[in-house]
């Protein structure tokens, strides 16, 4: 009987001890998230934030693909948004060059991160303590009638961890954009936000 007591005890702080950390864990559950490709600039010396930005990726042939969007996910609602694409290189066509709109149709998956963005920025898409870092994947479709999956991945200035990075990689068709390009200070492009939704 005691040993009985025993593990019944044992068994009930461990559940409480799992729940307790459980709570600790960013989560997505239940949230829904707005992601923007951001315009970061320096108005009288202020880092602000605003939506319009444009990220980049590279194929295997260097062919570059520019993504400028936004949309929303999560919370038990179908995705939104969507943005503008343009493609350069020898894998965009006849041309070697090619633009159009694309909307989002699908989501697969996101996942929180730790991260935040330092004291003093500006953020004219939302409120800064709701923004994530984080990796979402979204099918997207394309106005030229292909489709793909869009990568966007948030490495917030503070606390986030190294192995995330900060862009997008695309596909489209059977193109691979794999190679995302990394922001560089002075340069306003291949930048991205995740914010929870009101």
């Keep these: 009987m005691k040993s009985h007591s025993r593990f019944v005890i044992r068994f009930t702080l461990a559940m409480v001890a799992l729940f307790a950390f459980g709570n600790m864990v960013p989560s997505a559950a239940g949230a829904t998230f707005r992601w923007d490709t951001i315009s970061l600039t320096f108005p009288g010396g202020v880092p602000t934030v605003n939506t319009g930005g444009s990220d ?64 003093g920025f500006i953020d004219n898409i939302g409120d800064p303590a709701n923004t994530r870092s984080g990796l979402a994947v979204l099918l997207i479709k394309y106005s030229d009638g292909s489709s793909g999956v869009l990568t966007v991945s948030c490495h917030q200035p503070v606390g986030s961890p190294s192995g995330i990075f900060e862009g997008i990689t695309a596909t489209k068709g059977f193109v691979a954009f794999h190679e995302r390009v990394p922001p560089v200070p002075g340069v306003d492009a291949n930048r991205t936000l995740f914010h929870v939704a009101p």
């Design 56 to 119: 980049y990726a590279l194929a295997a042939d260097l062919t570059t693909i520019q993504i400028s969007g936004h949309g929303t996910f999560g919370g038990g609602l179908p995705p939104t948004g969507g943005g503008t694409w343009a493609t350069s290189g020898p894998s965009a066509g006849p041309s070697g060059t090619a633009s159009g709109t694309f909307s989002v149709i699908g989501f697969i998956r996101f996942t929180v991160a730790p991260g935040s963005l330092p004291p």
